[in-house]
């Protein structure tokens, strides 16, 4: 233990010269004209006499101790918190830099033609300034890791290999920084999809941290195609259902044929309590994970070093009740006493 203000000793003789004056109070006198009664034993001064004394002193000192600002250091302690252990699994694959909503903008365009009219909304000609896939998906992604301080949330990259970014942790602004960072340059050598690879990434990461708790591990899972290289992604969903684990696909802007060959994977999601979501904007991202920030909550604990922890309001307060019981006491007839 170390004090915060050593400075305040100074006001230690003032609270030394209270208790004096405290003890050695000018008391009241009572004339009476037979000695006989004064010195009965029945009104001699007793210890008990003094309590209220004592309790008034023992506060002053409380209050000393408390104006030295005492600390702890070094103290670790479990904190228990109510959320969600979180592994978001991200698709890098090079068609993630295509820009978002280009498929449902060619299939516009498409449908236009064949009706003979001209089509509306955004032109190919503005394509250009259209965020690609990833972009769209770094932005949500930041805004649903802010929005839910409390959850536990770890990060996987993946394209024909998968990698852990980040393991668990409640340290946001840390995992932020990382969501930053991802880009194309990331895995320049790979292009493939391996979705089967980054949902046995996120579930490792949730087997070694998450041992000990239940019916609170979600995995999230962004891509933008099918899986083309890699473990099948169906086994891998598959395993939700021994380990308990709620798998949520949301696929990132993907064309009519691509959604009809991920079918089997959907059904399988869906199987573990998970749900899919078709993402064709920022706006059904958004809508994706609000969908997913109303799952069942579960409790976690973690120890957490604190280097500083103040316990000067344990002695403000012991001296706020010494001092009260002093004052109480004092109204007792008990405890008054003829001198």
Known sequence: MTLNRP?????????????????????HFL???????????????????????AAAGLGLVCLGAALLDPVRTNVAREVKHEGLDIVL????????????????LRAN????????????????????????????????????????????????????NAYVVSPLTTDHEYLQQYVEILDDRILIGEGLTAIGEGMAAGYNILLRQSRDLKRNKVLVVLTDGENNFGRDPVQTASLAIELGYRVYLIGVDLEERVQQRIEPLVQMIKSTGGSYYDATSA????????????????????????????????????????????????????FRSIT
């Open 7 to 27: 400075e305040a000793v100074y006001f230690l003789p003032l609270i030394f010269g209270l208790l004096i004056l405290l003890a050695w109070r000018r008391r």
């Open 31 to 53: 004339g009476f004209s037979r000695m006989t009664f004064l010195s009965a034993e029945v009104h001699k001064a007793t210890l008990g006499d003094r309590l209220p004394a």
């Open 89 to 104: 699994v991200v698709d890098l694959s090079s068609s993630m830099q295509e820009k978002m909503g280009l498929t449902e």
């Open 109 to 160: 365009y498409a449908t236009a033609w064949r009706e003979g009219r001209r089509p509306g909304g955004t032109s190919m000609a503005n394509v250009a300034q259209l965020p690609t896939r990833l972009e769209t998906v770094k932005a949500v992604v930041r805004q649903f890791i802010g929005r839910r301080p409390k959850d536990r949330m770890g990060l996987v990259a993946f394209s024909e």
């Open 283 to 334: 706006a059904d991202l958004s809508r994706a994970y609000h969908s997913i920030a109303t799952t069942e909550k579960g409790i976690y604990t973690h120890r957490e070093l604190v280097a500083l922890e103040p316990v000067f309001h344990y002695f403000a307060l012991g001296s706020l009740v010494l001092i009260l019981l002093s004052l109480s006491l004092r109204l007792l007839p008990f």
